[in-house]
């Protein structure tokens, strides 16, 4: 009986430690358990900020790649349009450049003609000035070889009389009343011929009317203008010329001074 008694003690102790060790072991895994939901709770805190952010950073990756592809297409459009608009100005500087350099060609070509035509008409005004530097000299002999015949005319005809007087007589103008009149120039005298060589002398020379002239034995009429000289140009007459002699080199109406013999 107190071998069972003690037997029973044995187990009520041996049960009151496994008790005991089960309540503590129950106690950590309450706790365990309390720290696995804490820690649920915060992983799902977590998870819920984390979902927050994720859904946030998607939106915001969403808008952004909106933005970069509308960004990309404006820029597309704005390159194709730099582009063309490129392509047509330097078309048209291509064209303006063309135009220029075609222009400079023109200009080089025409200046190049204008200076060519510059030194035709140099020579061609030397030409003429040489031509009427002869032809007064030629007047100027065949005035004189008309005084002197006219003297020996006056000395056989009046037996030496005055012959000074006769040759000293001007011999009358046949130049044309009005600037609108014309004129045969066969009809000038050779006086009419020097007044009119020395007024397109001086007119080439951009010279001053007629009595600033080179003084020369001849005066003009007062009653006869630069106009009524220069009407004997418009003349339509023509007639040869002789080999050599002034009127030659120029021909046409420029050579009518030194067509006529000379008037005795």
Known sequence: MAEE???????????????????????????????????????????????????????????????????TREFEREKDALSTSDRKKMGELELDSAGLRQLVRLKTKELANVKRLAAIILQKRNDVETFLLESLEHVKT????????????????????????????????????????????????????ERVLRLLFAKINNSTPLHSMPPH?????????QEMLLAAMESDSRSGDTPGSPSSKLGGDAAFFMTQPAVV
């Open 5 to 71: 008694l003690r037997l029973q003690v044995q187990e009520t102790d041996e049960l009151q430690k496994a008790k005991k060790t089960l309540e503590e072991e129950n106690k950590k895994l309450r706790r365990e358990v309390q720290l696995n939901e804490q820690a649920v709770k915060e992983y799902a805190k977590q998870g819920f900020r984390q979902s927050k952010e994720i859904k946030d950073l998607t939106a915001k990756v969403k808008t952004l790649e909106r933005y970069v592809s509308t960004s």
């Open 142 to 193: 065949e005035i004189g070889r008309r005084r002197a015949e006219e003297e020996r005319t006056a000395r056989l005809s009046k037996g030496k009389l005055l012959p000074a007087l006769a040759v000293a007589e001007p011999r009358p103008s046949n130049l044309p009343q009005s600037a609108e009149e014309r004129v045969d120039i066969r009809d000038l005298t050779w006086e009419d011929r």
């Open 217 to 225: 034995a001849l005066q003009p009429d007062d009653g006869i203008s």
